[in-house]
């Protein structure tokens, strides 16, 4: 079996994270869309496994943390009348996001429903990777109260702020937001600093996402036709976000700035990674007697 070189890769994941379609990226590259699928699924398995393994005994101070929106195959409310009607996981799904507000790096994101039990999944695994007490600040979700104790215990100062909307008399579009009214901050654990209880650097990283991953672009059909391909396509974007995108404020990768990577990263190195964990995987496959094909 033909297998691409890793500089065709470093070009195909080059285009991923900058929002092209995988039919756009066939076309301008004139790689077949299986292979490209096939790429896709391989990177994101290879990035959750390399970064699962690097992001730990972090030194982060501050943590704000949030939930980006998206569906798979059809919106919720619209899934009982469509031909998806018996997939279970079509429908809404959501990427809960944790970000340092110092350094930048994305330490834990999961993808998944919006309900307790994803959140906890989520705030135990971000508690692990800490190696330091840290203030944490979220929305309003009452999912994060639960969630934060089970991960953090008493060990964390945690605040949530609450934005306050007011009506739009006069919506401009279907996606204009409401105006803001005001905010409240409550002290949720421990003794948070007033001046840090913020979700600014999150909601921005969402804008960030909404640009960089096709499948979250609203209004069109590049939406997620698998919730698998959706979480290859979210790893995938972390790896490039934490490790290869130079941050205009740091003027270095969120990597670099946790002290996690001591160089700045380029797509030939992601291309790297996703050999190294093919070589892995096929010495796993011999160790077992399994015999290897392609």
Same mark, same amino acid.
């Given at each position: ?135 944490? $600040?979220?929305?309003?979700?009452? %999912? ?5 104790? &089970? ?5 964390? *100062?945690? /605040? ?88 205009? $404020?740091?003027?270095?990768?969120? %990597? ?5 990577? &001591? ?5 030939? *190195?992601? /291309? ?23």
């Amino acid at each position: 079996m033909n297998r691409l070189s890793r500089e065709r890769r470093a070009q195909i994941l080059g285009m991923m994270v900058e929002g092209v379609s995988l039919r756009a990226i066939a076309r301008l590259t004139g790689a077949s869309k299986n292979t490209i699928v096939r790429l896709m699924e391989d990177a994101g398995e290879a990035f959750s496994a390399y970064q699962d393994r690097t992001l730990r005994d972090l030194p982060c101070k501050r943590l704000q943390l949030d939930e980006i929106w998206s569906f798979i195959g059809v919106k919720a409310r619209n899934q009982p009348f469509s031909k998806r009607a018996a997939d279970e996981t079509a429908g809404d799904v959501w990427c809960w996001v944790g970000i340092c507000a110092d350094t930048k790096l994305v330490p834990s994101w999961l993808v998944g429903d919006r309900d307790g039990e994803t959140a906890i999944r989520f705030v135990c695994d971000l508690s692990r990777r800490l190696a330091n007490r840290v203030q944490v $600040t979220s929305d309003g979700h009452r %999912a994060y109260i639960e969630a934060i104790e &089970a991960g953090f215990g008493a060990d964390v *100062d945690y /605040a949530q702020l609450i934005k306050l909307y007011g009506e739009v008399p006069h919506p401009q579009g279907r996606y204009s937001p409401a105006q803001i009214q005001g905010t409240k901050t409550f002290c949720c654990s421990g003794n948070p600093e007033p001046k840090h209880i913020s979700t600014s650097y999150v909601e921005r990283h969402n804008l960030t996402m909404r640009m960089s991953i096709r499948r979250l672009t609203r209004l069109t059909n590049a939406f997620s036709k698998k919730i698998e391909n959706h979480a290859h396509a979210m790893s995938t974007y972390f790896m490039n976000y934490n490790f290869v995108r130079i941050h205009q $404020t740091l003027r270095a990768t969120p %990597a670099m700035a946790a002290g996690v990577s &001591a160089k700045l990263w380029d797509l030939t *190195d992601m /291309a790297r990674v996703i050999e190294d964990w093919e070589s892995e995987r096929a010495a796993e496959r011999i160790a077992r007697g399994e015999r290897l094909v392609g």
